[in-house]
């Protein structure tokens, strides 16, 4: 099993790394800011970097959806963990494409609304975690697991 984690660094990583106990017996890959926390939280691992800033950026979309068809081509993860922000679009549209899982875990600080990028992959989610009962209402099919901290 291979495993993409992408996201921003940052909170977004962070809850990512979290999930060690899951990730760490199995071929992953990591997306991510080339930025100092995410080098030295991810130091030894395989990380290719992303553009960013990626907020409401035209240009960021671009080259982030050009990186995603080009590393899924190449890697050709299983499944594809994401805790935002804008950079896993591009990687969940076109990893359903490829064949890829996707899974999606709204961040904890998210109570009662959506976040943009929540929106943009719940279409092409294939498990979608909130981490507050109150989420169920703003996406349906979500599993609700409770906090991961």
Known sequence: MKVCFVGSSGG???HLYMLKPF?????????????EDARSLLSGETVYPCYYPTNRS??????????AIRLLRK???DFII????????PFFWF?????????????????????????M?????????VQWEEMKQVYPKAINFGSIF
């Open 12 to 14: 977004h990583l962070t």
């Open 23 to 35: 990730w760490e017996n199995k071929e992953r890959f990591w997306v991510t800011f080339d930025k």
């Open 58 to 67: 035209l240009k960021a979309l671009f080259i982030n959806t050009t990186l």
């Open 75 to 77: 890697e050709r993860p």
């Open 82 to 89: 994401s805790s935002g922000a804008a950079v896993a679009v």
């Open 95 to 119: 990893g359903k494409l490829f064949g890829a899982k996707t899974i999606y875990i709204e961040v904890f600080d998210r109570i009662d609304k959506p976040t943009m990028t929540g929106k």
């Open 121 to 129: 992959v719940y279409p092409v989610t294939d498990k979608f975690i």
